[in-house]
């Protein structure tokens, strides 16, 4: 890694805290985020991964604040908006989770994940018709990639999750052997 590069430092600190999230690290990427907000403190990446960050120790509103910072500097990042949407997730923020989740998903149409945070929030709001929708959308986005990449393991995994959603009992279960065997 170029110690001089903002954005390289900004990605491995986002790549950490993913792999934090996942379980697979014990490094939620503060240092390289830290690093990075030094190298550049412009770089929208430098203040989502920080936010991530701070997301991943369950202080949501300064997660939140860093997203925000980022979101200045480039309104329509992906990862900023995934971040925030996330933080309001922690902090019962559904309607606010719901839009940065749909700006996320917008920016982003190959990703799932977002789309799959909607559903989840509308599930928490007791919107049963819009959890509904938001699961058809997100299985929509799942089951092109899952064609694509047939071995896909969190794809199948959260395709099972919006079918069990819009109670596809069957669909889930076939789903739920093609993961174990996956």
């Known amino acids: 890694i170029d110690p001089g590069y903002a954005q390289a430092?900004?990605?491995?600190?986002?790549?950490?805290?993913?792999?934090?999230?996942r379980g697979d690290s014990g490094d939620d990427g503060e240092r390289a985020a830290t690093?990075?907000?030094r190298l550049d403190p412009n770089l929208a990446d430098s203040h989502a991964a920080m936010g991530a960050a701070h997301r991943s120790k369950g202080r949501f509103d300064e997660?939140?604040?860093?997203?925000?910072?980022?979101?200045?500097?480039?309104p329509n990042s992906y990862v900023a908006h995934r971040i925030a949407g996330l933080c309001c997730l922690g902090l019962r923020r559904y309607d606010d989770a719901i839009a940065h989740f749909e700006l996320a998903a917008a920016?982003?149409?190959?990703?799932?994940?977002?789309?799959?945070f909607i559903?989840?929030?509308?599930?928490?709001?007791?919107d049963v018709?819009?959890?509904r929708a938001a699961a058809r959308r997100a299985l929509d986005r799942i089951e092109k990639i899952v064609v694509a990449e047939p071995g896909h393991a969190r794809a199948i995994g959260m395709g099972v999750a919006m079918l069990a959603s819009l109670e596809e009992k069957e669909r889930a279960k076939?789903?739920?052997?093609?993961?174990?065997?996956?």
């Open 9 to 21: 430092w900004a990605t491995m600190a986002l790549a950490q805290w993913n792999m934090f999230w």
């Open 63 to 74: 997660g939140l604040t860093c997203c925000r910072n980022a979101l200045r500097l480039e």
């Open 174 to 182: 076939e789903w739920a052997t093609r993961a174990r065997l996956v």
């Open 35 to 37: 690093t990075a907000l």
């Open 119 to 126: 559903s989840q929030s509308y599930k928490a709001k007791g």
């Open 129 to 131: 018709e819009r959890m």
């Open 107 to 116: 920016a982003m149409e190959s990703d799932f994940t977002a789309s799959t």
